[in-house]
T-cell receptor, first 115, second 111 residues
Framework: KAGVTQTPRYLIKTRGQQVTLSCSPI?????VSWYQQTPGQGLQFLFE???????NKGNFPGRFSGRQFSNSRSEMNVSTLELGDSALYLC??????????????FGPGTRLTVL | AQKITQTQPGMFVQEKEAVTLDCTYD???????LFWYKQPSSGEMIFLIY??????QNATEGRYSLNFQKARKSANLVISASQLGDSAMYFC????????FGTGTSLTVIP
């Protein structure tokens, strides 16, 4: 079975631009979660999608948004980029997103640099 | 509030020795899962081991075992026979209605 894939792997943008990151979950997985990882803040939860619906959301500004398609693929969008958005963005998929019993499997991440 | 605490920012271990990475958690949910992930310098988070809150026995996966002490709310990871390739960041996580991650422990295996 193929793992979680994320594209692109690396991205360089300038302040004020917007960016879209893509995540394809493991086949059969319906839950996709997004995380931002920075040296200063560690791993922070952005949002989780299940069956095309946002089910959970972390404490991020509205510039961060996402969506999930009928094939469970997910995209996240960041508008009006700021320098502080430079980070590793990780996508994780799981069967149902039930955190108590359902393992999340991560993709390789997209490393975003904002200049 | 949900919380995961990893108190060891960095650890060193001699090759072939065992090492324990500490993790404590705080939750009022009766049902939760505890997970450990490894993150090499490449960035990808690799799932290592899972323990359910209702599991009576400690989980084991090859050289990894999870020392689960429910009353103390601790879920320490034990790596036996350390290898150079074990050098990485290790994250403890707890899942209930959401996933919560600790701040990680950097493990360095010394030849």
């Amino acid at each position: 079975k193929a793992g979680v894939t994320q594209t692109p792997r690396y991205l360089i943008k300038t302040r004020g631009q917007q960016v879209t990151l893509s995540c394809s979950p493991i086949s059969g997985h319906r839950s996709v979660s997004w995380y931002q990882q920075t040296p200063g803040q560690g791993l922070q939860f952005l949002f989780e999608y299940f069956s095309e619906t946002q089910r959970n959301k972390g404490n991020f500004p509205g510039r961060f948004s996402g969506r999930q398609f009928s094939n469970s693929r997910s995209e996240m969008n960041v508008s009006t980029l700021e320098l502080g958005d430079s980070a590793l963005y990780l996508c994780a998929s799981s069967l149902t997103g039930t955190g108590s019993t359902d393992t999340q499997y991560f993709g390789p991440g997209t490393r975003l640099t904002v200049l | 509030a949900q919380k995961i605490t990893q108190t060891q920012p960095g650890m060193f271990v001699q090759e072939k020795e065992a090492v324990t990475l500490d993790c404590t958690y705080d939750t009022s949910d009766p049902s939760y899962g505890l997970f450990w992930y490894k993150q090499p310098s490449s960035g990808e988070m690799i799932f290592l081991i899972y323990q359910g809150s209702y599991d009576q026995q400690n989980a084991t996966e090859g050289r990894y075992s999870l020392n689960f002490q429910k009353a103390r709310k601790s879920a320490n990871l034990v790596i036996s026979a350390s290898q150079l390739g074990d050098s990485a960041m290790y994250f403890c996580a707890m899942g209930s209605w959401q996933f919560y991650f600790g701040t990680g422990t950097s493990l360095t295996v010394i030849p």
